[in-house]
C-alpha cells in the first residue's frame, strides 16, 4: 500500500475530461516536493507525462496538465481519446521513508 | 538519441539471484543517476533504488535494503541491478530509468525521463 493514494479507476467518453487525484501527506506532497506523473501504456515502459508539477516534456500534448495543492496533486486530461486508455501513476520523494514513491496508480478505462 | 538497453527475460528458482542490466547510450553515463523500478503482475510501479554512476553510490528502497545490490560499469556505460534470496512474489517486470534534474541552488528536483524497455523476472519453482 502506497502512502501515495490514487483511485484505482477512473474513466470517460471520448471527447470528456477527466481528473486523477494523487492524495498524500506532510512528509512528501505537503513537505512541498514536486509531483511527476507518468503514463504506461498496455505493455509498454511508462513514459514521462508531467514534471515538476505542471511542466510537460516536449512532445506530450496540452491535453495532459497537471496541478498541485496542499498534501495532493492531480492530473487532468481533456479531449479524453481512445490511445489515453492507460495507467498513470504519481511518484515523488518522501523524507518518511528517505526515498522515491510510486503513488498505486489509476487505470484510465475511455467508453 | 538517449536510449537504455535491457538485458533479456529471466526464469530463476525461489531464493536464487538474478542480475539485471542496462546499458546507457546517447549521453554522458555518469552525468546522471540510474534507477531501478519494477512492476509486479496486477500491481503497480514500486521505487527500488537508484545508483550515481559516477561515484558508486547507492540508495535502495527500504523493502529491498539486504536484498538489492546496484553497481556499474563505467568503462561500458552499464549499470546493474542484482536482486538476491529471491521469492515468488519477485515475479516482475524491471526497469532501469534514467532521472533528470532541473531547478535552481533554492529548489532542485529530479524525475525519471528516459526509460529502458523492462527485463521480465520469472521466479518459479
Known amino acids: 500500500q502506497s502512502v501515495l493514494t490514487q483511485p484505482p479507476s477512473v474513466s470517460g467518453a471520448p471527447g470528456q475530461r477527466v481528473t486523477i487525484s494523487c492524495t498524500g501527506s506532510s512528509s512528501n506532497i505537503g513537505a512541498g516536493y514536486d509531483v511527476h506523473w507518468y503514463q504506461q501504456l498496455p505493455g509498454t515502459a511508462p513514459k514521462l507525462l508531467i514534471y515538476?508539477?505542471?511542466n510537460r516534456p516536449s512532445g506530450v500534448p496540452d491535453r495532459f496538465s497537471g496541478s498541485k495543492s496542499g498534501t495532493s496533486a492531480s492530473l487532468a486530461i481533456t479531449g479524453l481519446q481512445a490511445e489515453d486508455e492507460a495507467d498513470y501513476y504519481c511518484?515523488?520523494?518522501?523524507?518518511?521513508?528517505?526515498?522515491?514513491?510510486f503513488g498505486g496508480g489509476t487505470k484510465l478505462t475511455v467508453l | 538519441q538517449v536510449q537504455l538497453v535491457q538485458s533479456g527475460a529471466e526464469v530463476k528458482k525461489p531464493g536464487a539471484s538474478v542480475k539485471v542490466s542496462c546499458k546507457a547510450s546517447?549521453?554522458?553515463?555518469?552525468?546522471?543517476?540510474m534507477h531501478w523500478v519494477r512492476r509486479a503482475p496486477g500491481q503497480g510501479l514500486e521505487w527500488m533504488g537508484w545508483?550515481?554512476?559516477?561515484?558508486?553510490?547507492?540508495n535502495y528502497a527500504q523493502n529491498f535494503q539486504g536484498r538489492v545490490t546496484m553497481t556499474r560499469d563505467t568503462s561500458i556505460s552499464t549499470a546493474y541491478m542484482e536482486l538476491s534470496r529471491l521469492r515468488s512474489d519477485d515475479t516482475a517486470v524491471y526497469y532501469c530509468?534514467?532521472?533528470?534534474?532541473?531547478?535552481?541552488?533554492?529548489?532542485?528536483?529530479?524525475?525519471?525521463?528516459?526509460w529502458g524497455k523492462g527485463t521480465m523476472v520469472n521466479v518459479s519453482s
Open positions: 530509468a534514467r532521472a533528470s534534474g532541473v531547478g535552481t541552488n533554492l529548489h532542485f528536483y529530479y524525475y525519471l525521463d528516459v
Open positions: 545508483i550515481n554512476p559516477n561515484t558508486g553510490g547507492t
Open positions: 511518484q515523488l520523494y518522501d523524507s518518511s521513508l528517505s526515498g522515491w514513491v
Open positions: 515538476g508539477n505542471i
Open positions: 546517447g549521453y554522458t553515463f555518469t552525468g546522471y543517476y
